[in-house]
């Protein structure tokens, strides 16, 4: 079984609307947690981090269900920048982090 | 721009050939990781060094892979021997080692692109 896993999607949805992914992770000893959006042959880069119950940062907001093993990320009133892949990854003592394959967005005029 | 760089942004070579990419991360990060990404698949890690010592080396990783950080400040990776299979992406990133475990965000450079003819 993978360490992370989301739905590859992909995820087609119109601009204002509101979207969310979900990401699994299997070692329960886990204890970070980030977003990463990744356009198509750039590198990640950092959306969120998450070592609690959540973050908020404007339209996005990230949560973490421990007791489920997963997080997920909403983004809320969508803009056509915001179609990209989104990447979650996971690290217990920040040696390894582990990626998921990606969840690829399209946000439709 | 992250502020970690990589060098060559692009790489064509020919079966068998050795390659080696240079890494330079942020320069207060005493940790860097390397990664190496295929179409449609996130980031598979390959290696991590806490300052000039390697501490981490996935299983996936070959003995044609090596990776350095003498100095602790740079790295380089060398594949020997390319095989068709090793073209990908290469991802370096870096972060600083904070007292909270577990706390510690990844900021990738642009990546070299491999293609192995």
């Known amino acids: 079984r993978k360490e992370v896993e989301q739905d590859p999607g992909p995820f087609n949805v119109p601009e204002g609307a509101t979207v969310a992914f979900n990401c699994t992770y299997s070692?329960?000893?886990?204890?970070?947690f980030f977003w990463y959006r990744q356009d198509c042959r750039k590198e990640p880069k950092l959306l969120m981090s998450v070592y609690s119950s959540g973050n908020e940062d404007g339209r996005f907001t990230a949560q973490l269900n421990r007791a489920s093993q997963y997080i997920s990320l909403l983004i809320r009133d969508s803009k056509l920048s915001d179609s990209a892949t989104y990447l979650c990854?996971?690290?217990?003592?920040?040696?390894?982090?582990?990626f998921g394959t990606g969840t690829s967005l399209t946000v439709i005029p | 721009d992250t502020g970690v760089s990589q060098d060559p942004r692009h790489k064509i070579t020919k079966r068998g050939q050795n390659v080696t990419f240079r890494c330079d991360p942020i320069s207060e990060h005493n940790r860097l990781y390397w990664y190496r990404q295929t179409l449609g698949q996130g980031p598979e890690f390959l290696t991590y060094?806490?300052?000039?010592?390697?501490?981490?080396k996935s299983r996936l990783l070959s003995d044609r892979f090596s990776a350095e950080r003498p100095k602790g400040s740079f790295s380089t990776l060398e594949i020997q021997r390319t095989e068709q299979g090793d073209s990908a992406m290469y991802l370096c990133a870096s972060s600083k080692a904070l007292l909270r475990v577990g706390m510690n965000t990844q900021y990738f450079g642009p990546g070299t692109r491999l293609t192995v003819l």
């Open positions: 990854a996971a690290t217990n003592t920040g040696n390894q982090f582990y």
């Open positions: 070692n329960s000893a886990s204890q970070s």
């Open positions: 060094f806490q300052n000039e010592a390697q501490l981490e």
